[in-house]
Antibody, heavy 125, light 108 residues
Framework: QLQQSGPGLVKPSQTLSLTCAIS??????????WDWIRQSPSRGLEWLGR?????????DYAVSVKSRITINPDTSKNQFSLQLRSVTPEDTAVYYCARYCSGGSCFVDYAMDVWGQGTTVTVSS | DIQMTQSPSSLSASVGDRVTITCRASQSINTYLNWYQQKPGKAPKLLIYAASSLQSGVPSRFIGSGSGTGFTLTISSLQPEDFATYYC??????????FGQGTKVEVK
């Protein structure tokens, strides 16, 4: 299960920060990655980035946000976070965290089988 | 990035109807294709992974097929709880995973 938290309103030019708490799995799992996706009427479902652990931590980001995004794992709290800097109204969307399984202890292959509840984020002054 | 194109964008159907949704990839993705169902105000829910494997707990009326560039999701007998929007997703060339634009199944 994934439980999201964070503010629903962010001012332009500021930083959007969301957290996704994991239960029933570990952020250090060797068979999953921990992803952020957003959804808006104009962009549809857009993958933003992920972090995963395979003997060390890896990070991948979408080209569209690569200069502004950071995803960090927190092993002490078994959660991961999203930071999106210098936001504009175009970043207004519903943000989701999700587990992407790639075999191993996951029961599915190469799919997002668990999602957070979603956070509606509005960028406005 | 691989582009995913769904058709139709929306359809109207009645309970008991057989419904088919198509997803086409801009290049071959083998069977790295997933289907999700989304209801208003909710997160997407995984229905089918690897083109044809049914996710645990999903009714057997949901059937996925295809490989390469062409895929279909069939609902063999539409139920009231199936009115929703459906998305395909490729994970062959990832990152980035890319989604189709969605197909909304509405009441006729």
């Amino acid at each position: 299960q994934l439980q999201q938290s964070g503010p629903g309103l962010v001012k332009p030019s500021q930083t959007l920060s969301l957290t996704c708490a994991i239960s029933g799995d570990s952020v250090s799992s060797n068979s999953a990655s921990w992803d952020w996706i957003r959804q808006s009427p104009s962009r549809g479902l857009e993958w933003l980035g992920r972090t995963y652990y395979r003997s060390k931590w890896y990070y991948d980001y979408a080209v569209s946000v690569k200069s502004r995004i950071t995803i960090n794992p927190d092993t002490s709290k078994n959660q991961f976070s999203l930071q999106l800097r210098s936001v504009t109204p175009e970043d207004t969307a519903v943000y989701y965290c999700a587990r992407y399984c790639s075999g191993g202890s996951c029961f599915v292959d190469y799919a997002m089988d668990v999602w957070g509840q979603g956070t509606t984020v509005t960028v406005s002054s | 990035d691989i582009q995913m194109t769904q058709s139709p964008s929306s359809l109207s159907a009645s309970v008991g109807d057989r419904v088919t949704i198509t997803c086409r990839a801009s290049q071959s993705i083998n069977t790295y294709l997933n289907w999700y169902q989304q209801k208003p105000g909710k997160a997407p829910k995984l229905l089918i992974y690897a083109a044809s494997s049914l996710q645990s707990g999903v009714p057997s009326r949901f059937i996925g097929s295809g490989s390469g560039t062409g895929f279909t999701l069939t609902i063999s007998s539409l139920q009231p709880e199936d009115f929703a929007t459906y998305y395909c997703q490729q994970t062959y060339s990832a990152p980035p995973q890319t989604f189709g634009q969605g197909t909304k199944v509405e009441v006729k």
